[in-house]
Protein backbone atom coordinates (compact mmCIF):
# COMPACT_ATOMS: atom_id res chain seq x y z
CA UNK A 1 0.00 0.00 0.00
CA UNK A 2 1.17 3.58 -0.90
CA UNK A 3 -0.05 6.51 1.43
CA UNK A 4 0.60 10.61 -0.27
CA UNK A 5 0.07 13.07 2.58
CA UNK A 6 -0.02 16.45 1.14
CA UNK A 7 0.66 19.66 3.71
CA UNK A 8 0.62 23.25 3.11
CA UNK A 9 -2.70 24.54 1.86
CA UNK A 10 -4.49 27.64 3.69
CA UNK A 11 -5.17 30.89 3.28
CA UNK A 12 -3.44 33.54 1.24
CA UNK A 13 -4.23 37.10 0.14
CA UNK A 14 -3.33 37.60 -4.02
CA UNK A 15 0.07 38.18 -4.96
CA UNK A 16 0.80 35.80 -1.98
CA UNK A 17 2.81 32.90 -1.88
CA UNK A 18 2.13 29.55 -1.07
CA UNK A 19 4.44 25.72 -0.60
CA UNK A 20 2.95 23.16 -0.83
CA UNK A 21 4.70 19.44 -0.18
CA UNK A 22 3.35 15.69 -0.65
CA UNK A 23 5.39 12.71 1.03
CA UNK A 24 4.86 9.02 -0.65
CA UNK A 25 5.64 6.19 2.02
CA UNK A 26 4.59 2.78 1.90
CA UNK A 27 5.78 0.04 -0.37
CA UNK A 28 7.53 1.72 -2.81
CA UNK A 29 10.35 0.26 -5.25
CA UNK A 30 10.43 2.93 -7.28
CA UNK A 31 8.37 6.59 -8.31
CA UNK A 32 7.83 7.24 -12.03
CA UNK A 33 6.48 10.89 -12.56
CA UNK A 34 5.26 13.11 -9.44
CA UNK A 35 3.27 15.53 -9.96
CA UNK A 36 0.29 18.55 -8.56
CA UNK A 37 -3.12 18.54 -10.12
CA UNK A 38 -6.29 20.72 -8.92
CA UNK A 39 -9.73 20.97 -9.02
CA UNK A 40 -12.07 22.82 -8.12
CA UNK A 41 -15.86 21.66 -7.35
CA UNK A 42 -18.21 20.30 -10.66
CA UNK A 43 -14.94 20.57 -12.15
CA UNK A 44 -12.54 17.93 -14.10
CA UNK A 45 -8.92 17.61 -12.18
CA UNK A 46 -6.27 19.46 -13.85
CA UNK A 47 -2.50 19.09 -13.91
CA UNK A 48 -0.82 22.10 -12.51
CA UNK A 49 2.75 20.43 -12.79
CA UNK A 50 4.64 17.43 -13.08
CA UNK A 51 7.91 16.17 -12.37
CA UNK A 52 9.27 13.20 -14.31
CA UNK A 53 11.53 10.78 -13.36
CA UNK A 54 13.96 11.50 -16.15
CA UNK A 55 14.52 15.24 -14.28
CA UNK A 56 11.83 17.25 -16.80
CA UNK A 57 9.10 19.58 -15.60
CA UNK A 58 6.15 20.61 -17.30
CA UNK A 59 3.40 23.13 -16.72
CA UNK A 60 0.24 23.85 -17.24
CA UNK A 61 0.31 27.20 -18.93
CA UNK A 62 -2.13 28.81 -16.68
CA UNK A 63 1.07 29.07 -14.05
CA UNK A 64 3.98 28.75 -15.55
CA UNK A 65 6.02 31.85 -14.37
CA UNK A 66 4.33 31.70 -10.89
CA UNK A 67 4.51 27.92 -9.19
CA UNK A 68 7.49 26.24 -9.16
CA UNK A 69 7.63 22.10 -8.90
CA UNK A 70 10.58 20.10 -6.84
CA UNK A 71 11.28 16.42 -6.02
CA UNK A 72 13.31 14.56 -3.66
CA UNK A 73 14.21 11.44 -4.27
CA UNK A 74 15.63 10.24 -1.60
CA UNK A 75 12.83 11.30 0.50
CA UNK A 76 9.92 10.41 -2.13
CA UNK A 77 8.83 14.17 -2.28
CA UNK A 78 7.40 16.39 -4.52
CA UNK A 79 7.01 20.07 -3.45
CA UNK A 80 5.03 23.07 -5.30
CA UNK A 81 6.29 26.63 -4.51
CA UNK A 82 3.55 28.68 -5.57
CA UNK A 83 4.07 32.68 -6.10
CA UNK A 84 2.03 35.78 -7.22
CA UNK A 85 -1.06 33.64 -6.29
CA UNK A 86 -4.26 34.86 -8.13
CA UNK A 87 -7.53 34.40 -6.83
CA UNK A 88 -8.41 31.56 -9.96
CA UNK A 89 -5.92 29.45 -8.15
CA UNK A 90 -7.96 28.91 -5.31
CA UNK A 91 -9.10 24.96 -5.56
CA UNK A 92 -8.20 21.80 -3.95
CA UNK A 93 -4.55 20.56 -4.85
CA UNK A 94 -4.09 16.92 -5.00
CA UNK A 95 -0.54 14.85 -5.24
CA UNK A 96 0.18 12.41 -7.19
CA UNK A 97 2.72 9.45 -7.68
CA UNK A 98 3.41 6.25 -10.23
CA UNK A 99 4.12 4.50 -7.55
CA UNK A 100 5.89 0.40 -8.79
CA UNK A 101 5.21 -1.71 -5.48
CA UNK A 102 5.89 -4.98 -7.25
CA UNK A 103 2.43 -6.03 -6.40
CA UNK A 104 2.20 -5.67 -10.05
CA UNK A 105 4.09 -5.70 -13.80
CA UNK A 106 3.36 -1.75 -13.71
CA UNK A 107 3.57 1.61 -12.34
CA UNK A 108 -0.02 2.54 -10.93
CA UNK A 109 -1.23 5.96 -10.31
CA UNK A 110 -1.91 7.10 -6.77
CA UNK A 111 -3.51 10.23 -5.13
CA UNK A 112 -3.35 11.95 -1.97
CA UNK A 113 -6.58 13.27 0.02
CA UNK A 114 -5.66 17.14 -1.44
CA UNK A 115 -4.97 20.50 0.65
CA UNK A 116 -7.08 23.34 0.20
CA UNK A 117 -5.83 26.60 -1.46
CA UNK A 118 -7.60 29.55 -0.95
CA UNK A 119 -6.64 32.91 -2.72
CA UNK A 120 -8.39 36.18 -1.43
CA UNK A 121 -8.71 39.37 -3.69
Known amino acids: QVQLVESGGGLVQAEGSLRLSCAAS????????MGWYRQAPGKQRELVAV???????NYADSVKGRLTISRDNAKNTVSLQMNSLKPEDTDVYYC???????????????WGKGTLVTVSS
Open 51 to 57: FTSGGST
Open 96 to 110: SAKVWTGASNRFMNY
Open 26 to 33: GSILSIND
